[in-house]
C-alpha cells in the first residue's frame, strides 16, 4: 500500500463546485501572477498508470476517462500559499506519477492568467508515493 502525499488549501468553494482529476504533469510552469500545471492528455495518463501499477488497469482505465473530459491546466494564484507546494511536488513527480487535484470548476473563480475554457483554480492535491 502507497502512502498518500495530500494537500490542500485552507478556504475554496462550495463542495458542489468541486471535482477532482487524475493528472500526469506534462508541463509545471511558474508566472508572476500563477503557477500552473498542464495534463498530459487521458491516453498519456492512462499509459503511465498501467507502467506504475499494472496490477489496476481497471482504475487506471476509470481515472483515465474521468480526465478525457476535464480541462488541461490547473493554475492557482502565485501569492497562495499552495503554489510553491505545487510547483516542488508536481515537479518531483513530472511525467512518472499521478497527481489527484481537486480543483473548482467554476471557471469565474480562475487565478488571473487560467483562460476560463481550458483552466481552472487548483484548490488543493495529492500524491500517491
Do not use: W
Not at 491516453?43 to 488541461?72: C, F, Y
Not at 492568467?113 to 481550458?118: I, Y
Amino acid at each position: 500500500v502507497g502512502a498518500v502525499l495530500a494537500l490542500a488549501a485552507s478556504s475554496g468553494p462550495a463542495a458542489a463546485a468541486i471535482k477532482e482529476r487524475a493528472c500526469v504533469a506534462a508541463e509545471i510552469a511558474a508566472y508572476s501572477d500563477r503557477v500552473h500545471v498542464f495534463c498530459a492528455s487521458a491516453e498519456v495518463s492512462l499509459a503511465t498508470l498501467i507502467r506504475a501499477d499494472p496490477e489496476h488497469v481497471a482504475a487506471a482505465q476509470a481515472a483515465a476517462a474521468a480526465a478525457a473530459g476535464s480541462p488541461p491546466f490547473y493554475a492557482v494564484s502565485s501569492t497562495d500559499p499552495l503554489a510553491d507546494k505545487l510547483m516542488t511536488l508536481a515537479g518531483r513527480s513530472f511525467g512518472e506519477r499521478l497527481i489527484y487535484i481537486l480543483y473548482d470548476d467554476d471557471p469565474a473563480n480562475n487565478p488571473a492568467g487560467c483562460a476560463q475554457s481550458d483552466c481552472r483554480r487548483v484548490i488543493g492535491f495529492r500524491i500517491v508515493l
